[in-house]
């Protein structure tokens, strides 16, 4: 009979390796089947064949064909081509990858060939001053047909090699990872140069991620007005290590933070503060706002005396009126330097005001416009208004706030009230600070203004005898 050839590509895999190597072979002589490192072939043994195809003139017509034997043993027809298979499926869309582990499934897809199968992760090059990272002990035994290799705990923004492999040195898998960024560390160093006049810092290593830029946060007061905050924050590069200071002067204190910035955000702040001029200049260790006259508890307003934050130089500016119900100073400064949540009950838009010349600006009257409402104010409660600026530029927003702090005295009028005389045999002069009525010349008899179905906080302000005797009508 003839001998049959192999079949030409692309019916069959060109990286075949076949044994013994010849180009033709007898009938029925198996061939061994072999792939390169990491691959199988999909029948391990083939052989020709010939079957009949038809008929001419009563005899038959033979054709060759080729059987395979897989790796269970088994024979059949070879119908499409023979090809080399990856031993290990690792599908690299299926990579999960975070700052501190890298996480891969596999699949064995010839289970008798992935015995012994071991996956290991190294560094894949020493690391070295300042991001030194250590040797992770990342290996492991993988049985059965599928499963996950995890390798951690792993450094940020470090390349590691994932290998697995056969015994004693087949190499099935490798691939070179490299983990996520996360946001750098702290610097470490701040310092004022006092002949540039700048800002400096020592630049952050790209141990973490790569440093793309810095987040600086200036706070500038001065000791004759520290109710007037100056507050800068700038997005520097990340080449940058130096910031000239604005507008030095004796008396002016700073108060800045900075924190590096990588592509998984900023990092932790360090925080300094620098005085300037000599050491015998008193600075601001805090805001001390400016004070409010004319208060009415009654109407629920204030006066504020309002002067333009804005240079007569610049373009005509809007300046908001912000109101929060606290003295707290750091509340304040983070209003002043942030995004305040409007509306929310505690911090709100007063109002909007285009300042040309100084203006008393009546607070709480109850007028309302877009997006802002000068909300009456609340018995009892404390405040600070802040007149704020907001200067943007590309790479700077800047920040000027004038504070005003006050409170609301308790109100014993109420509009609507009924009036209820009451005997009062326990009241002294000066037991009612503030009430014009009675202040000085109590008389025996407390004029008091209820209202329907309630009452105010007698026992509160002026103890629990007053409350004893109060009858309110209806």
């Known amino acids: 009979s003839e001998p049959c050839e192999i079949p030409c590509l692309p019916l069959w895999d060109s990286r075949l390796q076949l044994a013994p190597d010849q180009k033709n072979y007898k009938k029925n002589e198996e061939v061994m089947l072999s792939c390169p490192e990491g691959f199988q072939p999909s029948f391990t043994h083939v052989k020709c064949s010939s079957e009949v195809q038809s008929f001419t003139r009563g005899k038959p017509v033979y054709r060759e064909i080729w059987n395979g034997r897989d790796s269970k043993g088994a024979w059949a027809r070879i119908r499409s081509s023979v090809e080399c298979i990856e031993v290990l499926q690792v599908v690299p869309g299926t990579f999960e990858i975070s700052s501190t582990s890298i996480k891969l499934n596999w699949t064995c897809r010839f289970p008798d060939a992935c015995q012994g199968m071991r996956a290991m992760c190294r560094l894949a090059a020493p690391s070295s001053p300042p991001c030194e990272a250590e040797e992770v002990n990342g290996e492991q035994m993988l049985h059965g047909q599928a499963g996950t290799f995890t390798c951690s705990p792993l450094q940020p923004f470090t390349e590691y090699s994932v290998t697995i492999s056969l015994p004693p040195n087949e190499t099935l898998f490798s691939w070179l990872f490299m983990t996520e960024e996360t946001v750098p560390d702290k610097p470490e160093e701040l310092w004022l140069d006092p002949n540039r006049g700048s800002l400096r810092?020592?630049?952050?290593?790209?141990?973490?991620?790569?440093?793309?830029?810095?987040?600086?946060?200036?706070?500038?007061r001065n000791a004759g007005d520290s109710g007037v905050l100056e507050m800068e924050r700038l997005r520097?590069?990340?080449?940058?290590?130096?910031?000239?200071?604005?507008?030095?002067?004796?008396?002016?204190?700073?108060?800045?933070?900075?924190?590096?910035?990588?592509?998984?955000?900023?990092?932790?702040?360090?925080?300094?503060?620098?005085?300037?001029?000599?050491?015998?200049?008193?600075?601001?260790?805090?805001?001390?706002?400016?004070?409010?006259?004319?208060?009415?508890?009654?109407?629920?307003?204030?006066?504020?005396?309002?002067?333009?934050?804005?240079?007569?130089?610049?373009?005509?500016?809007?300046?908001?009126?912000?109101?929060?119900?606290?003295?707290?100073?750091?509340?304040?400064?983070?209003?002043?330097?942030?995004?305040?949540?409007?509306?929310?009950?505690?911090?709100?838009?007063?109002?909007?005001?285009?300042?040309?010349?100084?203006?008393?600006?009546?607070?709480?009257?109850?007028?309302?416009?877009?997006?802002?409402?000068?909300?009456?104010?609340?018995?009892?409660?404390?405040?600070?208004?802040?007149?704020?600026?907001?200067?943007?530029?590309?790479?700077?927003?800047?920040?000027?706030?004038?504070?005003?702090?006050?409170?609301?005295?308790?109100?014993?009028?109420?509009?609507?009230?009924?009036?209820?005389?009451?005997?009062?045999?326990?009241?002294?002069?000066?037991?009612?600070?503030?009430?014009?009525?009675?202040?000085?010349?109590?008389?025996?008899?407390?004029?008091?203004?209820?209202?329907?179905?309630?009452?105010?906080?007698?026992?509160?302000?002026?103890?629990?005898?007053?409350?004893?005797?109060?009858?309110?009508?209806?």
Not at 201 to 220: D, H, R, V
Request: include cysteine; aromatic fraction near 6%; glycine fraction near 10%.
């Open 201 to 220: 810092w020592k630049a952050l290593p790209s141990c973490k991620g790569e440093i793309i830029g810095y987040q600086l946060s200036i706070t500038a």
């Open 236 to 474: 520097l590069n990340g080449s940058v290590t130096e910031h000239r200071l604005p507008e030095r002067s004796p008396g002016r204190s700073y108060a800045v933070t900075i924190r590096g910035l990588t592509a998984a955000g900023a990092g932790a702040a360090l925080a300094r503060e620098f005085p300037t001029g000599s050491s015998d200049t008193p600075h601001p260790q805090g805001i001390s706002c400016r004070s409010v006259r004319d208060i009415a508890p009654s109407q629920g307003t204030a006066v504020l005396p309002l002067r333009p934050i804005a240079r007569p130089s610049e373009a005509a500016r809007e300046h908001q009126l912000i109101v929060a119900t606290t003295h707290d100073g750091s509340v304040t400064e983070s209003i002043c330097a942030g995004q305040p949540q409007l509306f929310n009950g505690s911090v709100y838009l007063a109002a909007l005001l285009n300042l040309t010349a100084p203006t008393d600006f009546v607070l709480g009257d109850g007028s309302r416009g877009q997006g802002h409402h000068n909300a009456a104010l609340r018995p009892g409660c404390d405040y600070t208004a802040l007149l704020r600026l907001v200067r943007l530029s590309p790479q700077a927003e800047k920040f000027t706030c004038v504070c005003y702090s006050f409170s609301v005295g308790k109100c014993l009028l109420a509009r609507g009230a009924q009036a209820s005389l009451l005997h009062v045999p326990f009241c002294q002069p000066g037991s009612f600070p503030g009430n014009e009525l009675t202040q000085g010349r109590c008389g025996g008899v407390l004029l008091y203004f209820g209202l329907h179905r309630s009452s105010l906080d007698l026992e509160a302000i002026y103890g629990r005898e007053a409350s004893d005797i109060l009858r309110t009508p209806g």
